[in-house]
C-alpha cells in the first residue's frame, strides 16, 4: 500500500507541476506586435517625380549653378525639395559668388525657408516661411526637414 500512496502521491504532485505551469503560461500576456512603420515607399517615389517636374519647369534653376535634392518627409507628411544655387556677384569689389540654398514644398511649389551669403563667410538675408530671421536658424530648419 505505500507503494500505491507513494505513487499517488507522485502523480498528484507531478500534475500540480504540470497545471501550475500551464496556469502560468495562459496568464502571461502575449507582447503585442510593434505597429507597422508606415510604408513611404510610393510616396518616396511620387516626391521625386514632383521634384524632377518643378526642377525641370523652372527657368530659374539651370546647371552648373545648382545642385538640388528630393526628400519625402514621413514626419511631416510632405514632399521638400532643397535647393543650392549660384545667385551671381552682385556688386563691385566682391570677391567671391553669392550663394542661396532653400527649401521648397515640392507640390505646393512654396519657398519655406532660404539661407543666402555671400562668399564663405558673409551672411546675407535668410528666412522661414517667409518671416527673416537668423542664417543659422535658416540653414538648422532646412536640415530638419531633409532629414525627419
Not at 507513494?6 to 496556469?23: E, K, N
Not at 534653376?61 to 544655387?85: D, G
Not at 521648397?104 to 538675408?125: I, N, Y
Amino acid at each position: 500500500m505505500k507503494t500505491t500512496a507513494s505513487r499517488s502521491a507522485w502523480i498528484l504532485l507531478a500534475v500540480a507541476v504540470l497545471v501550475s505551469g500551464q496556469t502560468t503560461k495562459t496568464t502571461n500576456k502575449k507582447a503585442t506586435p510593434p505597429a507597422p512603420k508606415p510604408d513611404t515607399w510610393e510616396r518616396s517615389k511620387e516626391c521625386a517625380k514632383q521634384a524632377e517636374k518643378v526642377m525641370a519647369d523652372s527657368d530659374k534653376h539651370s546647371p552648373p549653378y545648382v545642385t538640388w535634392e528630393n526628400h519625402y518627409s514621413p514626419k511631416y507628411k510632405r514632399c521638400f525639395i532643397s535647393i543650392l544655387e549660384n545667385a551671381g556677384v552682385e556688386g563691385a569689389g566682391k570677391d567671391f559668388a553669392r550663394w542661396r540654398w532653400h527649401l521648397s514644398d515640392a507640390f505646393e511649389r512654396s519657398w519655406l525657408a532660404m539661407s543666402e551669403w555671400d562668399g564663405p563667410t558673409e551672411p546675407g538675408a535668410c528666412s522661414i516661411e517667409g518671416q527673416e530671421t537668423d542664417c543659422e536658424k535658416a540653414k538648422a530648419f532646412i536640415r530638419e526637414h531633409m532629414k525627419n
